[in-house]
């Protein structure tokens, strides 16, 4: 590597990977005004943001945000609108901060899912404060009043929802389209959904949060340093394939999971919670160490990346379960037999470093 300064917020623009990026975020903004009910989706934002940044410039992230903030705003007031920025900016500006400073790519991970965390905490702090009550009463709250109030939409919604069989039709809906639906079965699908959402962000908020936050960290650092490393600027990136828990770290976190499951088991009321986020982390980790080892394998077999990027679709969307057995199997028994080549490397988290 040489010591060329990487440059992302001063970075020359790519006017067709720009126009295509503010395209698309027009065409699907729209469906993501309903994500803020579900925080591990909204982590991804930051994700594109940060791709649009690496591969096509900053005219692209900043115009995209300005779109995503205006949508938080229209739908849900200036309140909306500011948390939209506090959940997306810091992290985009840590990320690429940590990346101008040449700053390794495992510690500008840290840093930005530490910031993406923050600023989930951050903004569910500032909603139950404006609402006077606690965040999941808040958003379910919120949900109702922007169903209620944008009709058509609201109606669009319940309908796909009705049609998915997440929620029960009740007698006279009309499922055969996109039609206005009766205002008194409107508001008992309301009332369902609302019902439905205030059991699973009670349960799962916590949760979202703290994968969401190791997603948004990892991932985005992943698509800003392959962006810039794709516009001719030199950085370091480990590529997918050698992505690894350390082994004194896989000890640590199988232990801490152990524990936490007893505590659960012994005072469900108090560790619940914890223990839910914490092996929700665990699955995360590990889905990614699996998916990893099989690239690496597929690799060592002249398997294209296309393969690789197939088994990563596959892996994190799909097989979530799979990947995760794939993981802890390969974190124990070395079956990809890689650890012997790569732990030559240091990596700035492994306990036993400098031991």
Not at 50 to 75: E, H, K, R
Not at 87 to 111: K, Q, R
Not at 276 to 300: E, H, P, R, T
Request: proline fraction near 4%; charged fraction near 10%.
């Amino acid at each position: 590597m040489d010591n060329q300064k990487v440059t992302v917020f001063r970075q020359k623009n790519k006017a067709g990977l720009t126009a295509a990026a503010i395209a698309g975020c027009l065409a699907v903004s729209p469906m993501l005004g309903a994500g803020v009910f579900l925080p591990q989706v909204l982590t991804t934002v930051p994700v594109l943001l940060l791709a649009m940044l690496g591969y096509a410039g900053p005219v692209s992230m900043a115009v995209c945000s300005g779109i995503l903030a205006a949508l938080c705003s229209a739908l849900f007031g200036v309140w909306g609108g500011l948390s939209a920025v506090l959940l997306i900016v810091p992290t985009v500006i840590v990320s690429g901060v940590m990346l101008e400073h040449d700053h390794p790519f495992w510690e500008s991970v840290a840093a930005s899912g530490v910031t993406m965390f923050a600023s989930m905490g951050v903004v569910v702090a500032l909603l139950s404060l404006m609402a006077g009550n606690d965040v999941v009463t808040a958003l379910t709250q919120i949900m109702r009043e922007m169903l209620g109030a944008y009709s058509g939409f609201g109606d669009m919604v319940l309908t796909v929802m009705m049609q998915l069989g997440i929620l029960a039709a009740p007698e006279g809906a009309e499922l055969g389209g996109m039609t206005a639906l009766d205002p008194q079965v409107r508001e008992q699908l309301i009332s369902s959904l609302v019902m439905l959402m205030d059991s699973m962000l009670r349960l799962e908020l916590p949760m979202q949060m703290a994968t969401g936050s190791v997603t948004a960290g990892l991932l985005g650092q992943a698509v800003l340093r392959k962006g810039v490393i794709a516009g001719g600027q030199k950085t370091e990136y480990p590529h997918l394939k050698t992505w690894r828990v350390p082994k004194g770290w896989g000890r640590i976190l199988g232990g801490t999971l152990a524990v936490l499951y007893l505590l659960a088991m012994l005072v469900p009321q108090s560790m619940n919670t914890m223990f839910y986020v914490f092996s929700g982390v665990f699955n995360k980790v590990f889905a990614i160490q699996g998916i990893a080892a099989v690239c690496y394998m597929l690799d060592k077999h002249g398997k294209s990346a296309v393969w690789q990027g197939v088994v990563f679709i596959a892996g994190y969307f799909f097989l979530g379960s799979f990947a995760v057995m794939v993981g802890i199997f390969d974190q124990a028994m070395d079956f990809s037999h890689r650890r012997e080549e790569l732990d030559k490397d240091q990596n700035p988290f492994d306990p036993r470093r400098g031991a």
